[in-house]
């Protein structure tokens, strides 16, 4: 199920994490040539993402809010 993304943090491994609106977090990496999100290395990027939808897996199999 899509949902938007509603702001960020950094987890303990200072990895970016979107956090949805269904209250689930997701990692947003760039970790290319097998994941491009140049996006998510600068606040700018970042904040033109905001309402982006990802697809949450979470969602899919009806898990609890992180």
């Keep these: 199920m899509e949902q938007s993304i509603v702001g960020y943090h ?3 491994e200072d990895h970016w994490v979107a956090e949805l609106t269904c209250g689930h ?3 947003v990496r760039h970790n ?5 999100r140049p996006w998510v290395l600068t606040d700018a ?3 033109s993402m905001l ?3 990802l697809e949450c897996k979470k969602c899919d199999v009806t898990a609890a809010k992180d």
């Design 45 to 47: 990027g970042r904040t």
């Design 32 to 36: 290319p040539p097998l994941v491009s």
């Design 10 to 12: 950094i987890d303990d």
């Design 25 to 27: 977090f997701q990692h």
């Design 51 to 53: 309402g982006y939808k």
